[in-house]
């Protein structure tokens, strides 16, 4: 059987976003109380980069580890955030140099950047996954207007549950017995143009127009 521990902490060791897939599965708690360094500063950053209207590719490594045998607890806004969110929003506003406006053009921009900083090689959202957040393309402009942190919560909370998801068949697969693979074979993989899965072939998005 594998040790569990023993796989954690060989995980951790093998890739640097550990520290955000720690935030998200097991020590979410420290997160919550680090105030406002939470999810709701990322979506802010991410609405600051579509408000440059920047293209700059995420660089950050994609969080690979995730807890299978512990239960991991969904997350939700603190009472501080909603506040929090009143004041970036009101200083992105009208305080960024380029004065662009929060409006649906930016919430849709936000709505991908954010999907592609969890998930950028798709590797965790399925295309249904992404189909049902459509909802929220053009109302994150509006709900953080209100102060409405929930749909960013909802959207990591859906990921953080497919990850854990995909670590409990990793896990299960490997207790099955290694010697099942066979690690001669050279497989190239690349994340490049790859389409969440269950997505048709060559569709690089769930709306037209829109790259997730």
Same mark, same amino acid.
């Given at each position: 059987?594998?040790?569990?521990?023993?796989?954690?902490?060989?995980?951790?060791?093998?890739?640097?976003?550990?520290?955000?897939?720690?935030?998200?599965?097991?020590?979410?708690?420290?997160?919550?109380?680090?105030?406002?360094?939470?999810?709701?500063?990322?979506?802010?950053?991410?609405?600051?980069?579509?408000?440059?209207?920047?293209?700059?590719?995420?660089?950050?490594?994609?969080?690979?580890?995730?807890?299978?045998?512990?239960?991991?607890?969904?997350?939700?806004?603190?009472?501080?955030?909603?506040?929090?969110?009143?004041?970036?929003? &009101?200083?992105?506003?009208?305080?960024?140099?380029?004065?662009?406006?929060?409006?649906?053009?930016?919430?849709?921009?936000?709505?991908?950047?954010?999907?592609?900083?969890?998930? *950028?090689?798709?590797?965790?959202?399925?295309?249904?996954?992404?189909?049902?957040?459509?909802?929220?393309?053009?109302?994150?402009?509006?709900?953080?207007?209100?102060?409405?942190?929930? *749909?960013?919560?909802?959207?990591?909370?859906?990921?953080?549950?497919?990850?854990? &998801?995909?670590?409990?068949?990793?896990?299960?697969?490997?207790?099955?017995?290694? &010697?099942?693979?066979?690690?001669?074979?050279?497989?190239?993989?690349?994340?490049?143009?790859?389409?969440?899965?269950?997505?048709?072939?060559?569709?690089?998005?769930?709306?037209?127009?829109?790259?997730?």
């Amino acid at each position: 059987m594998i040790n569990i521990d023993s796989v954690k902490v060989e995980c951790v060791k093998a890739d640097r976003g550990a520290a955000v897939v720690g935030a998200s599965l097991g020590l979410h708690k420290r997160m919550r109380a680090a105030g406002a360094i939470t999810l709701a500063t990322f979506a802010f950053t991410a609405l600051a980069d579509a408000q440059a209207d920047t293209t700059a590719a995420v660089t950050s490594p994609a969080p690979q580890v995730a807890f299978a045998t512990t239960q991991v607890d969904s997350l939700a806004p603190m009472d501080v955030h909603p506040g929090t969110s009143l004041s970036i929003v &009101e200083q992105l506003r009208y305080g960024h140099f380029l004065q662009k406006p929060l409006d649906d053009s930016a919430s849709s921009a936000m709505f991908d950047k954010y999907l592609d900083s969890l998930d *950028p090689a798709r590797a965790y959202f399925l295309a249904a996954d992404v189909q049902a957040m459509e909802k929220y393309r053009y109302a994150l402009d509006d709900a953080l207007k209100r102060g409405d942190l929930q *749909p960013a919560f909802e959207i990591f909370n859906r990921y953080q549950a497919q990850l854990v &998801e995909r670590l409990e068949f990793l896990i299960a697969e490997l207790d099955q017995g290694l &010697e099942r693979m066979d690690f001669t074979l050279m497989s190239p993989w690349t994340s490049s143009g790859r389409t969440y899965p269950g997505q048709p072939a060559g569709a690089n998005s769930t709306t037209s127009g829109a790259s997730v």
